[in-house]
């Protein structure tokens, strides 16, 4: 989706340096997302959040954080990067619109390798 | 939380109708069934989503039995650009988070 932009795009890095994904959105959602995809897996929640103050630890968020910097801004940091958390990261929002369940319009991802 | 199990690959032929079924036993009564297509290096993409009976738009329909226990998206006459992997969800967003799982999809190959 367009209107999801994640940068970089593709990263290449070294164990143990800080890393941050960043993502933007132009569609006015309240809910943002942080996924990883591994090769031959679907897609796994690190973090999602439900509007600037409200942040939620997924699945998987041991050695990950998130900084929802603005409605439509949430990036995703690596303190200290290590090869297994090399993988595709995904961001994605959502509406609020509580009177049905609303689809979630995912970025193009963001490919790290972590050396 | 509901989990999903989907066959894990499926072969088709231009033209043919596919459908591809989900089963969740689990399913909560709040709880909606919602399908991805993912094409690679892409990130996924919102096919169609219901509660019960059948849902249908101008790319996929949704099946969906009375006890909610499984769910079939069809897709009428595929064509080589259906190639990808679908992904069936089972959840209730806006209470507690998008905490379902994205399990490993049903991987669709399109002959010609």
């Known amino acids: 989706d367009a209107d999801v932009t994640q940068t970089p795009r593709n990263r290449i890095t070294k164990t143990g340096k800080r890393i941050m994904l960043e993502c933007s959105q132009t569609k006015g959602h309240d809910r943002m997302y942080w996924y990883r995809q591994d090769p031959g897996l679907g897609l796994r929640l690190i973090y999602y959040?439900?509007?600037?103050?409200?942040?939620n630890k997924g699945e998987i968020s041991d050695g990950y954080s998130v900084s929802r910097q603005a409605q439509a801004k949430f990036s995703l940091s690596l303190e200290s990067a290590i090869p297994n958390q090399t993988a595709l990261y995904f961001c994605?929002?959502?509406?609020?619109?509580?009177?049905?369940?609303?689809?979630?319009?995912f970025g193009d991802g963001t490919r790290l390798s972590i050396l | 939380l509901a989990k999903t199990t989907q066959p894990i690959s499926m072969d088709s032929y231009e033209g043919q109708e596919v459908n591809i079924t989900c089963s969740h036993n689990n399913i909560a009564t709040n709880d909606y069934i919602t399908w991805y297509q993912q094409f690679p290096s892409q990130g996924p993409r919102f096919i169609i989503q219901g509660y019960k009976t059948k849902v249908t738009n101008e790319v996929a329909s949704l099946f969906i039995p009375a006890d909610r226990k499984s769910s079939t998206l069809s897709l009428p006459r595929v064509s080589l650009s259906d190639t990808a992997v679908y992904y069936c969800l089972v959840g209730d967003p806006n209470t507690g988070g998008f905490k379902t799982i994205f399990g490993a999809g049903t991987r669709l190959f399109v002959k010609a």
């Open positions: 959040s439900f509007d600037v103050k409200d942040i």
């Open positions: 994605a929002t959502s509406d609020s619109d509580s009177h049905s369940n609303q689809p979630q319009h």
